[in-house]
């Protein structure tokens, strides 16, 4: 896998990803700390409304802006999208008020949702040849999966040195060192596509989404795995400390178990894709998500004690498995689906889309959870997921399956 960043360009971009995502996750712990200071006991009004602006970010703002550079090159508007986070950045630590945050946190997730797409859209280009670039998602999923685990690790480490307000630093740093990894990257030349009316770019990714079976399923799949991750990142604390109270070092312990399953998959997934068709392998991913959100309602209803426990460990390590073995291989349809002129475009309603799934499943997970239970939501997000399965199997059914690269000398 790390055979690919012997490519220079592609080892400067991904060294400017990982950084960017250490410094956003140093950003995550500040801005929790910064809502207590702001709103004392009502911190987690304010979270909640944070992670809602960003969603809706994420769903409005990126097919907007890649409509807006749709004719620039790809690394100004890297760099661009990277100084102004690092400028939001540096004015978090001075906001006294929650609408202050709200309003700098869009204008932060606006210029996320303009780099992360055309981030992904560039790849594909530096890396033509379908094995190493699927080995570079695999290392970009493990790379997520890390910095879940060890931008924590590291913010808590800070802070036994310094205030929280220092963290917007290293966020700041994590994001200018970023920029300047992408300036410092050769980019292969790329034709700017043909001028078009602005609508025209604003709706051209969905329009190549439907017009394709093959992203269509997708659309199908995205939807499957924001009902398992909505139930796994807005109700892992209440499952772990209300329903089987357990101490708070075990929702740690549990949202790690996740995130390692997913890490082992995007390991082996390269040569998985060697040898299996990928649509195959996350058809197989999907089926077995709302299975898995069954077996984790089953063992919190059925079981008690430490063989429940062990239950829940075991399936959310097994939702993270699955999980990434839908996520992995997508870009490779985005890929097959688009030409270089239109990358940017499809990527970014991959990424608006998909979002608006987790925009439709995280409040449902929590608002439902609180009201019905966690067994009652679990039932409910396994038959949203049942049905984004069956509409991704309807519109695959009848493709030819797409064989394996094969392997080059």
Not at 52 to 72: E, F
Not at 189 to 194: E, G, K, L, R, S
Not at 367 to 394: K, T
Request: charged share 10%; net charge positive; glycine share 8%.
């Amino acid at each position: 896998m790390l055979s690919v960043l012997r490519q220079p360009t592609y080892a400067r971009l991904f060294g400017a990803q990982v950084i960017a995502l250490l410094g956003t996750g140093l950003l995550t712990v500040a801005l929790g700390l910064l809502a207590y200071d702001i709103a004392g006991a009502d911190a987690g009004v304010v979270m909640g409304t944070v992670m809602a602006v960003k969603m809706i970010a994420y769903v409005l703002i990126s097919p907007v802006t890649t409509a807006l550079v749709a004719r620039l090159p790809a690394r100004p508007v890297l760099i661009g999208a990277d100084l102004a986070r690092a400028a939001v950045a540096l004015s978090l630590p001075f906001v006294t008020e929650a609408w202050q945050t709200y309003a700098l946190v869009f204008l932060l997730q606006s210029a996320s949702a303009t780099f992360t797409p055309t981030f992904q859209a560039v790849i594909p280009t530096v890396l033509p040849e379908e094995r190493e670039y699927t080995r570079a998602l695999s290392l970009s999923r493990l790379a997520y999966d890390v910095e879940s685990l060890v931008s924590p690790l590291l913010a808590a480490a800070l802070l036994t040195a310094m205030s929280y307000h220092s963290l917007f630093v290293g966020t700041v740093v994590g994001f200018l060192a970023s920029a300047a990894l992408v300036a410092s990257a050769r980019f292969p030349a790329v034709q700017a596509p043909a001028p078009a009316p602005f609508l025209d770019r604003l709706t051209r990714g969905t329009r190549l989404f439907l017009a394709s079976p093959e992203l269509r399923g997708l659309l199908g799949l995205n939807l499957v795995v924001a009902t398992t991750t909505a139930m796994v990142i807005v109700n892992t604390v209440v499952l772990v400390q209300a329903e089987l109270g357990r101490p708070q070092e075990d929702v740690a312990l549990l949202l790690t178990a996740h995130g390692v399953g997913s890490m082992l998959v995007a390991l082996t997934l390269p040569s998985w894709l060697d040898r299996v068709p990928d649509r195959r392998v996350m058809l197989a991913g999907a089926a077995v998500l709302p299975l898995l959100l069954l077996a984790g309602v089953g063992a919190l209803v059925g079981m008690e004690g430490t063989a429940r426990w062990a239950a829940l460990l075991t399936v959310w390590a097994l939702l993270g498995a699955a999980t990434s073995a839908v996520l992995t291989p997508s870009a490779r349809l985005l890929r097959r689906g688009s030409t270089e002129q239109d990358r940017p475009a499809v990527f970014a309603a991959q990424f608006s889309l998909s979002h608006a799934c987790f925009l439709l499943t995280y409040p449902l997970a929590g608002i439902l959870g609180a009201s019905l239970g966690l067994p009652a939501v679990g039932l409910v997000l396994v038959g949203i997921g049942a049905l984004g399965l069956a509409f991704a199997a309807a519109s695959w059914r009848g493709l030819a399956p797409r064989r394996p690269a094969p392997a080059h000398p």
